[in-house]
């Protein structure tokens, strides 16, 4: 069976079709509900998804909600301590690689305001004390969205 794939938002997209076309509707119920119910346009499809889903490895648990729509519900089990731990030591990790990034952007910004020729040493140092602000307002950014989550993991038992 080919591989399907999230193109992005709005559509599905397969590896052998030239254009994106819509697979199914989804519905997420929002948090604290783990609970996704994806109902198929081609309603034959429906012991297929159930079946990818139940051998996915994600311990998930897929059914059918019978009737003439053939909806797929899966349900997500509650997270463990061990996987929320994990998910925070993820998030961490993620945290530190966009920190990297936005060092290395300030570093390359930085050495690209001492290859202009032609400036003021005050504009030159302007510039600096902008870019130093904005790699300031983005590192604090990071540390906020962190903290966000690592609250919401940790909550969610």
Same mark, same amino acid.
Request: aromatic share 2%; net charge positive.
């Given at each position: 069976m ?6 992005g ?12 076309f ?8 929002p948090?604290p ?10 309603p034959?499809?429906t012991k297929?998804?159930i079946?990818?889903i139940k ?29 929320? %731990?994990q998910?925070i030591e #993820?998030a *961490? +990790?993620? &945290?530190? $690689? !966009?920190?990297?990034?936005? @060092?290395? =952007? ?14 003021g040493k %005050?504009d030159?140092h302007? #510039?600096? *004390? +902008?870019? &130093?602000? $904005? !790699?300031?307002?983005?590192? @604090?950014? =990071?540390?906020?969205?962190?903290t966000?989550k ?7 038992i």
């Amino acid at each position: 069976m080919p591989e399907i794939c999230l193109s992005g938002t709005e559509s599905l997209s397969h590896p052998l079709s030239p254009s994106p076309f819509f697979l199914s509707s989804v519905f997420v119920s929002p948090p604290p509900t783990t609970i996704i119910q994806i109902t198929p346009h081609d309603p034959s499809l429906t012991k297929e998804i159930i079946a990818g889903i139940k051998t996915s490895g994600k311990e998930l648990t897929a059914g059918e909600d019978g009737g003439t729509n053939k909806v797929v519900t899966v349900t997500f089990p509650k997270p463990t301590k061990d996987v929320r %731990d994990q998910l925070i030591e #993820l998030a *961490k +990790e993620k &945290a530190e $690689a !966009t920190r990297t990034k936005i @060092k290395r =952007v300030h570093s390359d910004s930085r050495a690209q305001l001492k290859k202009i020729s032609g400036m003021g040493k %005050d504009d030159i140092h302007k #510039l600096d *004390k +902008e870019i &130093a602000k $904005a !790699t300031e307002d983005a590192n @604090k950014q =990071v540390k906020d969205l962190l903290t966000a989550k690592e609250k919401e993991l940790a909550a969610s038992i």
